[in-house]
């Protein structure tokens, strides 16, 4: 065949023209091959799959399932079907999406998988067994952890050697074997006429001051302004309740500058709100999240901001009713309905009080809610246990239950412990620990 197509050509006086276009010939199959391959490909990561029985393709949509630590068995409506980290078909629809791992507790999720949109799952997943790493051994009374997350205040009052008494701070650092360090600073000697370890600690907004105020909120017997990176001589001590309600509207002024910046960051309409109907307002430690306390019902308006492709579809709330906290997402202009305050500690009346009083500003400076450094999880504790809560309200799990002062749990600056206090003697004062959550 081939034999006489070349006569004909040489009959006809063609085979020169043919070999002179045979290149571009070559050139345009090869990317006609191209263009038909990279198609297809573009199908297939999109989720297309051909339909064998009747033909052409279905679109599907993608599930990434993700993990840290990688590794976790992902089943989908209770069946296996692989292991983090991979991406798999599923055909538009809901669906029950679960991830376990030997040693961690079990991450679960309802899925909402639409067409060619990928749906995933960013789990991190908890130990199921966390251990402990010592952090004081003379004892730590009234632990409060600094705005910037940095560092805790707290009193010893016990040591067996009386001149380690007095006031404390400890810089959390993260060791070279993933392990919470404590370095820490003594602030105050003891002093004859003071009990430390009866004084109220309050941090002031920047993290470098500490006052430690004795006697009731509403009229304080004495307060001592303590810088925070140094050692006071008890000589030098000097009582300044009587600038108490001063420093505390600098302070507080210091605060609303510091909500003003972060509020640029929100829309114009949020930022309204969470001035005037919200306390409590936190930015996650990527600033693209905030946690906020409402003390006003209204509502947020839709549409705020550019929905992604892959926004959540976790249930919304946007009428947000006073004594409950909410996490608004800057990226997905999601609001999540995540914790009643009733649950973590905070009553009503607490909401209700003047905004210049001392009752009010300790409120408002130690909430006892705080953001873990995943930018998705909320620590708090609720009926004696550390529980932590994914900023979209769902997965709220117990990462530690044991024995210790109920209150004082704080997050490590990497996210992957809490520090808690523990007494583990019935004679002897509770010390600060970390436990290892990740």
């Known amino acids: 065949m081939i034999k006489k197509l ?12 043919a070999e002179q276009f045979r290149p571009a010939m070559i050139i345009a199959a090869v990317l006609a091959f191209v263009v038909a391959g990279t198609t297809l490909i573009s199908f297939f990561i999109r989720g297309y799959r051909p339909d064998v029985k009747k033909g052409g393709f279905f679109s599907t949509g993608l599930l990434a399932a993700t993990s840290l630590p990688k590794g976790a068995l992902v089943y989908v409506d209770e069946k296996l079907v692989t292991a983090t980290d991979d991406t798999i078909n599923l055909s538009p629809g809901e669906y029950h999406i679960k991830l376990i791992k030997d040693g961690y507790l079990p991450w679960e999720k309802k899925a909402i998988i639409k067409k060619e949109i990928v749906f995933q799952t960013s789990a991190y997943l908890f130990r199921s067994a966390p251990d402990l790493h010592t952090l004081t051994n003379t ?84 307060v001592y302004r303590l810088p925070a990176d140094k050692l006071t001589p008890s000589d030098q001590l000097r009582n300044v309740a009587y600038q108490l309600p001063f420093i505390l509207a600098e302070w507080q002024e210091a605060k609303k500058e510091k909500l003003t910046r972060g509020l640029e960051r929100l829309p114009e309409e949020l930022a309204k709100i969470a001035s005037e109907s919200a306390q409590l307002v936190t930015f996650s430690p990527h600033e693209k ?32 009713k006073p004594g409950r906290i909410y996490v608004y997402d800057l990226e997905q202009d999601t609001n999540f309905f995540v914790l009643e305050t009733d649950k973590i500690g905070l009553g009503q009346e607490s909401l209700t009080q003047s905004e210049n009083s001392l009752g009010q500003y300790l409120t408002t400076a130690q909430a006892p809610i705080y953001w873990l450094a995943t930018n998705n999880h909320l620590v708090f504790i609720e009926e004696s246990q550390a529980k932590v809560i994914e900023a979209d309200g769902s997965n709220k799990q117990t990462v530690f239950a044991g024995t210790f002062e109920n209150s004082y749990v704080f997050p490590s600056p990497d996210g992957n412990k809490l520090i808690v206090l523990i007494s583990l003697h019935p004679h002897l004062p509770a010390n600060l620990y970390a436990v290892t959550i990740r």
């Open 139 to 222: 004892g730590a009374l009234n632990p409060i952890l600094s705005p910037d997350g940095l560092k805790i205040a707290y009193a010893v009052a016990s040591s067996s050697a009386e001149i380690k008494n007095g006031l404390w701070v400890s810089q959390i650092d993260e060791g070279r074997l993933n392990l919470i360090r404590s370095n820490s600073r003594q602030l105050i000697a003891p002093v004859s006429f003071l009990d430390w370890s009866k004084a109220v600690l309050v941090w002031n907004p920047d993290s470098t001051e500490i006052l430690a105020i004795f006697g009731p909120s509403q009229e304080p017997s004495s």
């Open 6 to 17: 070349k006569k004909i050509l040489k009959r006809k006086g063609l085979s020169k023209k």
């Open 289 to 320: 999240k905030v946690f906020y306390l409402a003390t006003k019902e209204t509502t947020i308006p839709e549409n705020l901001l550019l929905h992604p492709p892959a926004r959540s579809d976790q249930p919304e709330e946007r009428t947000i």
